[in-house]
């Protein structure tokens, strides 16, 4: 009876953990399916299944289009992001610096500030300044989303990195700039690898921000959702696949390439 009793807590959990993954693999798992589809609607019975949606899409110049601009810009965001939360993560470990905890509530204050919220000062921001909307706002409202999870990857790897590299590196004539491209920036490496490529993500994920602060060309999420007002596609599908599958690999082979450095 105890052993009933014990193993029920642990049963539960395991019954609600893969509920829980049902519940987010489901929904993708149908949006794959249905983009084999054969007829030109979304609805079960799939009935024929076919590859041609797939060949449709890869030769939809709007949506290559899209997809360059979205890397675009995911790199151009991805730049702006490391250098600026390396430096706020160097400045919160440096000696000496006063109001070390309010800096880093000031640089993770984007990533729990609501999307819409964000999106909407961001509007403003630019407006009051008289920066035009299209990829320059577009860039500097990702970058802000972007910066705080990079600050908390560098400044987790900065705080296990032992002192005496850096003041070895002073001792042998070094200076602080020489140091920090010779010593901490490759001590930084996997953690600013794990960052740039959860910055990308972010950057290509994003809607909310690139719907308020973007011009006339779209980006990837803004293209599929012009697609979905004129009605759902088995089309529409596909291209959510090849983002979804695309997206998923670049995570896993970032999480790959990061825990090889960590070993090495």
Same mark, same amino acid.
């Given at each position: 009876?105890?052993? =009933?009793f014990?193993?029920a807590?642990?049963?539960?959990?395991t *019954?609600f953990?893969?509920?829980f993954i049902?519940?987010?693999?489901?929904?993708?798992?149908?949006?794959?399916?249905?983009?084999f589809?054969?007829?030109?609607?979304?609805?079960?019975?799939?009935?024929?299944?076919?590859?041609d949606?797939?060949?449709?899409?890869?030769?939809?110049?709007?949506?290559?289009?899209?997809c360059?601009?979205?890397?675009?810009?995911?790199?151009?965001?991805?730049?702006a992001?490391?250098?600026?939360?390396?430096?706020i993560?160097?400045?919160i470990v *440096?000696?000496?610096v006063?109001?070390?905890v309010?800096?880093?509530?000031?640089?993770?204050?984007? *990533?729990?500030?609501?999307g819409?919220?964000?999106a909407?000062?961001l509007?403003?921001?630019?407006?009051?300044?008289?920066?035009?909307?299209?990829t320059?706002?577009?860039?500097?409202?990702h970058?802000?989303?972007?910066?705080?999870f990079?600050?908390?990857?560098a =400044?987790?790897r900065?705080r296990?990195?032992?002192?005496? =590299?850096?003041?070895a590196?002073?001792?042998l004539?070094?200076?602080?700039?020489?140091?920090?491209?010779?010593v901490?920036?490759?001590?930084?490496?996997p953690?600013l690898?794990?960052?740039?490529?959860?910055?990308?993500?972010?950057?290509?994920?994003?809607?909310?921000r690139?719907?308020?602060?973007?011009?006339?060309?779209?980006?990837?999420p803004?293209?599929?959702?012009?697609?979905?007002?004129?009605?759902?596609?088995?089309?529409?599908?596909?291209?959510?696949?090849?983002?979804?599958?695309?997206?998923?690999?670049?995570?896993?082979?970032?999480?790959?390439?990061?825990?090889? *450095?960590?070993?090495?």
């Open positions: 009876m105890r052993n =009933l014990s193993d807590p642990r049963a539960s959990l *019954a953990y893969w509920a049902l519940y987010l693999l489901l929904p993708l798992t149908l949006m794959m399916a249905m983009s589809k054969g007829a030109n609607f979304v609805a079960f019975p799939i009935g024929e299944w076919t590859f949606w797939y060949v449709k899409v890869m030769q939809d110049k709007q949506f290559l289009e899209a360059l601009y979205s890397i675009m810009i995911a790199g151009a965001t991805t730049l992001a490391t250098i600026l939360g390396v430096w993560a160097m400045l *440096a000696e000496g006063r109001g070390q309010i800096i880093f509530a000031l640089a993770c204050l984007p *990533a729990v500030v609501p819409m919220i964000s909407i000062s509007r403003i921001f630019i407006s009051t300044i008289d920066m035009p909307t299209g320059a706002a577009v860039i500097l409202g970058t802000v989303h972007a910066v705080p990079v600050v908390v990857m =400044l987790t900065l296990s990195m032992p002192g005496n =590299l850096v003041d590196a002073r001792d004539g070094a200076d602080s700039v020489v140091a920090f491209f010779r901490t920036l490759p001590y930084l490496g953690a690898l794990g960052g740039m490529i959860f910055c990308v993500l972010l950057s290509i994920d994003d809607f909310v690139t719907f308020f602060l973007g011009g006339y060309r779209p980006t990837l803004m293209l599929i959702f012009a697609k979905v007002q004129g009605g759902m596609s088995p089309e529409i599908n596909a291209m959510a696949t090849l983002v979804l599958v695309v997206t998923a690999a670049v995570g896993l082979y970032a999480e790959h390439l990061t825990r090889r *450095a960590r070993t090495r």
